[in-house]
């Protein structure tokens, strides 16, 4: 079967699409690293790729919010033809930052705050997947996944929690101690039709097993690989 087309988006500040295309090439896809710019200039390369990945870092340094100039830029130059290929049915991930810009895109629910305790903060976390939630990243997923986090505004707020587990678009939840404050734990969020995916940690960081940093001292990390979402979403972008 042939690789699955795929696109990595970034913008000035970026510096986690290495790690993102090494993911999506494990899990066979054939990632191209385009820029914000890039892509409004030339649209067809959205419109030819099946999936899509908005890449981690700071764009625009954070400078005026994180995430906020990334998605203007996206909005402004692609708000359509980015709908249109979330209402065609085509995967689409944003981590971390990638994450901020899609809350500010409108594409996904709720926003980013501030951790609560106003601190940078690195470190690895345990994420669970929701038993019942609709997104195709995280389908039967029944190990927790481990990967790192790495940000200052990570803290998800949303009016209505409650509404968005019963829609099933809480993907995935802390496990232990909440790092930044998410209301109910939340680290993952997904769209109305499970296809477009935003987490705040990283697992394009936990792909092979030595990048857990206990690989070998007592923990199964191919159970936990961050992988598993990056296998599941290259699956869904091939029925499309």
């Not at 790729?49 to 100039?69: E, P």
């Not at 790495?150 to 209505?160: I, K, L, M, T």
């Not at 499970?194 to 007592?218: I, K, T, Y």
């Amino acid at each position: 079967m042939s690789a699955v087309p795929a696109i990595v988006v970034t913008g000035p500040g970026t510096n986690r699409d290495p790690d993102a295309v090494l993911a999506l090439e494990l899990a066979g896809a054939a990632p191209q690293v385009v820029t914000a710019a890039e892509l409004i200039a030339r649209p067809e390369l959205l419109t030819s790729s099946r999936l899509a990945l908005v890449a981690g870092g700071f764009s625009y340094g954070d400078s005026l919010g994180a995430g906020r100039m990334l998605a203007l830029d996206l909005e402004l130059g692609l708000g359509d033809a980015l709908r249109d290929f979330v209402a065609r049915g085509r995967p689409l991930i944003g981590i971390c930052n990638g994450f901020q810009v899609l809350t500010r895109t409108g594409l996904l629910p709720g926003a980013l705050g501030h951790n609560l305790d106003g601190r940078f903060d690195c470190r690895w976390v345990e994420l669970d997947p929701v038993p019942d939630s609709r997104c195709v990243w995280t389908h039967g997923l029944d190990q927790a996944v481990h990967c790192p986090i790495a940000h200052g505004e990570g803290r998800y707020v949303h009016p209505d929690p409650g509404a968005l587990a019963a829609a099933g678009q809480i993907a995935l939840r802390y496990r232990g101690p909440n790092p930044n404050g998410s209301v109910d734990h939340v680290a993952g969020v997904c769209d109305a039709s499970g296809r477009v995916l935003g987490l705040m940690p990283h697992p394009e960081n936990h792909v092979v097993a030595r990048q857990h940093p206990r690989h070998d001292r007592g923990v199964d990390p191919v159970a936990h690989l961050g992988l598993h979402l990056f296998r599941n979403g290259v699956l869904a972008a091939g029925e499309t």
